[in-house]
């Protein structure tokens, strides 16, 4: 049992304890695999990575990331809309039946698995079924579109909190505290908001933001096909239609800062398009 | 000029001009250090310290990071409160200085330069200066609190949206929207918190945010010595006495999933209490 050739950690453990011929436990190790770029894997991810006998991942990882670890089967759980995925409660079960199977699993997740990642769903299926879960941490998206358009995320006399929210609804809109989010000085982040950018952007204005309020859309961030947009928040609507990547609406004073080409950087932006809709208002 | 034997990228940008006697302008890059754990760095702030001939760094940068750079100067900012620190507007003309000098100049920071880090002001006074700057994102401390304690950020049917503020103040108590941060279904994660949680929890309760509230506090997340303690939002001054290392405040009903002690850790949690202080409100 266990003995394939490819379940190296699995028969690691067994190894250990004694080359008895009995099946060693497997655990699941949730992994934020970052915004995209292989670069902006910690070096934590990257060791469990190398470490796993099976990756289970979603479409948002790279295969740049996935071919890091060559020895480890793959199962594509792909989450993204319009494609077939995996429900959450299958994924939480697949996790648990391999590693009763005595493998390392590694849960590879696109950011952070604590962020939006559905992690906390799938530690408590493990946790539930006894099997033993550790979370590696990984640069959320957002931190890295912040980065790489030079446009903190807070700022002095400008941001002082910054809040993530997710755009994304299963059915519908979606409900969020427009009251909350529409108040000055903080950044608002909105993940998976593109295909309700018109609406989030109608229900801040009328919760009182400023239409001119800066706005960028990152697009792909930290990939190579990056794409970056600023524009107001009465522009966002317009500015986000087409977008098909994973992308951000980030709204704030600070994301005036945004630059239209980061000094350094060269051939990893594809597209960059700034506007202007002060006259849209 | 630029000759000296460690200042190995300006001679590299030397060389690359065709080995003419000219000094090349140096550059600043803001790298995140993740939240102390070295295994918690990304690739890029890695191969960002390889490269670096100076290293600007504050107090809470480990020294098993600062190690990864040994051909490095350091030059220590320290920002901790009590201690002597260097004014935000000198390490601003310290970095454009130190570029242009020709040096490749790394200012690495704890957690993320852009959540707290003050990375924008940095970066405006490269920019005003005209000195090329980029930005390396990091695991800001929050993400690895929760990840090492099992307690997600968002999580479905508790926790909607996360809120990041900071409980330092110029000058006596933090001026938040507390309105806002009171709000169920949400995360708030309050960054430098300790000295003023007694006043955070207090307007937080009187705001409508429930005593009972879970709430944890993680000190020097993802290093060593991490400590955590999980009570209420009612306990969350007494258990902050006493804190010395940099510490999270992380506020909402998610919380109550932080685990006493994650299968698999052993010895890198130093100490861990739990607070049941319903009878405190």
């Known amino acids: ?19 008895e011929a009995v ?26 990575l190398q470490a796993s006998d099976v990756l289970v991942h979603d479409g948002l990882v790279s295969a740049e990331i996935l071919d890091l670890a060559p020895q480890a089967r793959r ?11 995996l429900p959450q409660d299958d994924i939480n079960q697949l996790l648990v039946a391999l590693a009763r199977e005595g493998l390392e699993v590694v849960r590879l997740k696109g950011g952070d698995p604590f962020l939006f990642g559905r992690g906390g769903e799938e530690l408590s299926a493990c946790r539930e079924a ?10 959320t998206a957002a931190l890295a579109a912040s980065a790489g358009a030079g446009a903190p995320l807070t700022h002095r006399g400008s941001a002082q909190a910054v809040t993530f929210v997710t755009g994304h609804a299963a059915h519908g809109e979606p409900d969020l505290d427009w009251t909350a989010l ?23 204005t009328a919760a009182g933001r400023a239409g001119s309020t800066p706005a960028l859309i990152v697009e792909n961030a930290s990939r190579t096909d990056e794409r ?7 522009g966002l609507a317009t ?8 992308a951000l609406l980030m709204v ?21 398009e700034v506007q202007n809709v002060s006259s849209g208002q």
């Open 1 to 19: 049992m266990a003995s394939s050739p490819d379940r190296t950690a699995a028969n690691r453990l067994v190894a250990l304890s004694g080359g």
């Open 23 to 48: 099946r060693a436990m497997g655990r699941v190790t949730l992994v934020g695999a970052g915004p995209g770029d292989p670069d902006l894997l910690t070096i934590k991810a990257l060791k469990a």
């Open 75 to 85: 199962i594509d759980v792909a989450k993204r809309k319009s494609r077939h995925t």
């Open 130 to 139: 006894g099997i033993d879960c550790t979370v590696v941490p990984g640069v």
């Open 182 to 204: 529409a108040r000055p000085n903080q950044t608002v982040v909105v993940y998976m908001g593109v295909s309700t950018a018109g609406f989030i952007a109608q229900r801040l």
């Open 228 to 234: 970056r947009i600023l524009t107001t928040l009465a």
């Open 239 to 246: 500015a986000a239609e087409g977008l098909k990547g994973p």
């Open 252 to 272: 704030g004073e600070a994301m005036a800062m945004a630059e239209i080409k980061v000094p350094g950087e060269t051939a990893t932006l594809a597209v960059v």
